[in-house]
C-alpha cells in the first residue's frame, strides 16, 4: 500500500488578475493555476485545499494550501520547481512535510489580513490595484476608536457578504471572534492601513467592516452606530463593500 504525504505550502500571489483563489470553471483562479503545475511535476491530478477563499483582485503574503501526492519529490524542489513553472505573480516560498491530518483550512486558528488605503485627492497609478483610495477627509480617530466594538466574540451577519456561510464545516453561523482590529498610519503621507486579525472571516467581512468604518471617518456614521450595527445583525445596517483592490490575506495561524 503506497503513503501518501501531505505537503503543505506557504504561498504569495498578486490577485490582480485572478477571479480569486477558488478554482472555477469560466475563470482564471490560483488555486487552479497551481494545480495545474503540481499535475506536471507529479503527474498526478491532485486537489489543493486553500486556508481560505479570497476575492477577485485581492493579494496573499501568506496564503497557505496542502495537497496530498506520492511523489518523492523533496521539498525543496517543489518550491523550485514550482516557482520556474508558476507565473510571476504567483510564489512558493516554503514547502514542509506535515502530519496526515493537517489541512490547511479546517486546521487553521486564526488569520490577520490588511487592508490598505490612501488618503488624498489623488492617488498614484502604481498603487490602484494594492490600495483603495478615499478623497474625502477622514477623522482617524473617531474610526481607530470605532473598531474597539468589533472585538471579541460577535454574531457578524451585519458584516457578511452573501453565500459565506458552511454550517456544515463549523455549525457557527455568524459568530466569529475578532482578536485585534487596529487602524496604522505608515510612514508614507496619506497611507493607512487596517489590521484585523480573527478566528475565521464570512464572505466580504473584512471589505465590508472597511467600508463601514470608512463612514465613521467621513462622518456618516457616528463611533457608537458600530455597535448598533453589529446587534442589527442585518447587512443592511452596515456601510458599503469596500474595494478588493486594499485588502491582503497577511498570514494563517495554526497550533
Known sequence: ???????????????????????QK???????????????????????NGAGRTDAGVHAFGMVANFNTEANIPCLG???GLNSMLPSDIRVLEAYDVEPDFHA???????????????????LP????????????????SMRNSLTYLKGTHDFSSFEGAGSRNLELSGRG??????????ETLETVGKHRFVITGDGFLRHMVRNIVGTILEVGKGKLAQSDVAAILAAKDRCAAGPTAPAAGLFLKEVFYE
Request: glycine share 8%; no cysteine; proline share 1%.
Open 105 to 123: 483550512r479546517r486546521s487553521a486558528k486564526a488569520k490577520t489580513y490588511w487592508y490598505n488605503f490612501s488618503n488624498g485627492p489623488v492617488q
Open 78 to 80: 517543489f518550491v523550485k
Open 174 to 183: 455568524a459568530v466569529r471572534t475578532i482578536l485585534e482590529a487596529s487602524l
Open 26 to 48: 469560466s475563470a482564471k483562479a490560483v488555486q487552479g493555476v497551481i494545480e495545474d503545475k503540481l499535475h506536471i511535476m507529479t503527474g498526478e491530478a491532485l486537489s489543493l
Open 1 to 23: 500500500m503506497s503513503h501518501k504525504r501531505n505537503i503543505k505550502l506557504l504561498l504569495a500571489f498578486d490577485g490582480a488578475g485572478y477571479a480569486g483563489w477558488q478554482k
Open 126 to 141: 502604481t498603487e490602484r490595484l494594492y490600495s483603495a483610495h478615499v478623497f474625502e477627509e477622514l477623522d482617524i480617530g
